[in-house]
C-alpha cells in the first residue's frame, strides 16, 4: 500500500508518523507555542530527527468552539512556513490541514506533498476538485459540522455504519475527481463523544473494508486527559497506549505531536507482527 509524495513511494504497508506542527495560537495543547522561525525550524528539525515522515501543519484551528479566521489569515500563518521550511529541508514532505481549496492550491504549488482536510470536501465544494487537479494525496476525515457545531452532532443511530458510509461516499466522489491517493481519518473527537470515540478505537479495523490506509489522530486528545483526568501536557502515557491499539487495529498514520515515542510504539508493535511469522 504506497501514496506518490512529490514523486516518492511512500509505503504505508510499514506504519508511519505524522508529526504536528501547530500554527495556531489557540490549538488544546500546542497553541502558540511555535511563533519564531527558529522554534518552528528546531521543532520540525527534531521531529524529523526522531523518525517523521511527514510534517502536518495547520494554521486554522479545528479544536471544537474554535474562531472561525479569514482565508487572508490562515494563508499568511501557513505560506511562510510552507517556503521557509522546504528552504531549510528541500526533502520534507509537507501535509497541509486545511478545509480551503485555495490554501491547498497555493501550498502544494509551493511545494507542500498532501492535502489534510477534516471535513472530506464538505466544508469547500471546489477542494476535492482542486486535489484531484493537483495530483497528490488526499487525507479525508470523518467530521459532522463544523468546529463550531460538532460538539452537537454526535447522535448515531450506528455509529461504525454511518462513519463507513460517509467515507464511501466521501471516496467515490474523489476518484470521480480524479484524486488516486486516498487515506481516511476517522476523526477522534469530531462529531464523537467520548464513548463513541473509545468504541471508534475498538472497532477501527472495521474501516478496513474500504481498503485505504488509516489516519489515527489521538495525541493528547480530551478522551485520553478527560479519562485519566490528567491535563494535555501529561497525556503522553495515554497517547501511547491508545496508539499502540490504533496500530494493531489496522492504523497505517499515527498523526502525533510526540514523535519519538509514536516509532516506539511502531516498532514494538511490529515485533509482535513479526513473531506471528516465526
Given at each position: 500500500m504506497t501514496i506518490n509524495c512529490k514523486g516518492t513511494l511512500v509505503d504505508l504497508s510499514t506504519p508511519k508518523v505524522m508529526g504536528i506542527l501547530n500554527l495556531t495560537p489557540d490549538s488544546f495543547y500546542d497553541g502558540g507555542t511555535y511563533t519564531s522561525e527558529a522554534d518552528i525550524v528546531n521543532q520540525v528539525e527534531k521531529m524529523l530527527v526522531e523518525g517523521a515522515t511527514f510534517i502536518d501543519i495547520g494554521a486554522y484551528s479545528s479544536r471544537p468552539d474554535a474562531d472561525d479566521i479569514s482565508i487572508e489569515e490562515e494563508e499568511k500563518r501557513i505560506l511562510p512556513v510552507v517556503a521557509l521550511l522546504l528552504k531549510k529541508f528541500p526533502e520534507i514532505l509537507l501535509?497541509?490541514?486545511?478545509?480551503?481549496?485555495?490554501?491547498?492550491?497555493?501550498?502544494?504549488?509551493?511545494?507542500?506533498?498532501?492535502?489534510?482536510?477534516?471535513?472530506?470536501?464538505?466544508?469547500?465544494?471546489?477542494?476535492?476538485?482542486?486535489?484531484?487537479?493537483?495530483?497528490?494525496?488526499?487525507i479525508m476525515m470523518h467530521m459532522k459540522g463544523t468546529p463550531k457545531t460538532m460538539k452537537s452532532l454526535d447522535q448515531y443511530d450506528d455509529l461504525i455504519l454511518e462513519v463507513n458510509s460517509y467515507f464511501a461516499k466521501r471516496i467515490t466522489e474523489a476518484r470521480k475527481k480524479g484524486i488516486d491517493d486516498i487515506i481516511i481519518d476517522p476523526g477522534f473527537g469530531f462529531?464523537?463523544?467520548?464513548?463513541?470515540?473509545?468504541?471508534?478505537?475498538?472497532?477501527?479495523?472495521?474501516?478496513?473494508?474500504?481498503?485505504?490506509?488509516?489516519?489515527?489522530?489521538?495525541?493528547?486528545?480530551?478522551?485520553?486527559?478527560?479519562?485519566?483526568?490528567?491535563?494535555?501536557?501529561?497525556?503522553?502515557?495515554?497517547?501511547?497506549?491508545?496508539?499502540?491499539?490504533?496500530?494493531?487495529?489496522?492504523?497505517?498514520?499515527?498523526?502525533?505531536?510526540?514523535?519519538?515515542?509514536?516509532?516506539?510504539?511502531?516498532?514494538?508493535?511490529?515485533?509482535?507482527?513479526?513473531?506471528?511469522?516465526?
Open positions: 501535509s497541509i490541514d486545511t478545509f480551503r481549496s485555495s490554501i491547498a492550491k497555493k501550498c502544494i504549488k509551493a511545494g507542500a506533498a498532501m492535502i489534510n482536510d477534516i471535513s472530506a470536501g464538505n466544508l469547500d465544494t471546489n477542494m476535492i476538485s482542486t486535489v484531484g487537479e493537483l495530483k497528490v494525496p488526499y462529531a464523537k463523544n467520548t464513548n463513541q470515540n473509545f468504541k471508534l478505537l475498538k472497532h477501527l479495523d472495521l474501516l478496513k473494508i474500504h481498503n485505504l490506509p488509516i489516519l489515527v489522530g489521538l495525541s493528547r486528545k480530551s478522551m485520553i486527559y478527560k479519562t485519566l483526568n490528567i491535563l494535555p501536557s501529561v497525556a503522553l502515557n495515554g497517547t501511547s497506549s491508545l496508539n499502540t491499539i490504533a496500530l494493531l487495529n489496522g492504523a497505517s498514520i499515527l498523526r502525533v505531536h510526540d514523535v519519538k515515542e509514536a516509532i516506539e510504539c511502531i516498532t514494538l508493535v511490529n515485533r509482535i507482527k513479526e513473531s506471528e511469522l516465526n
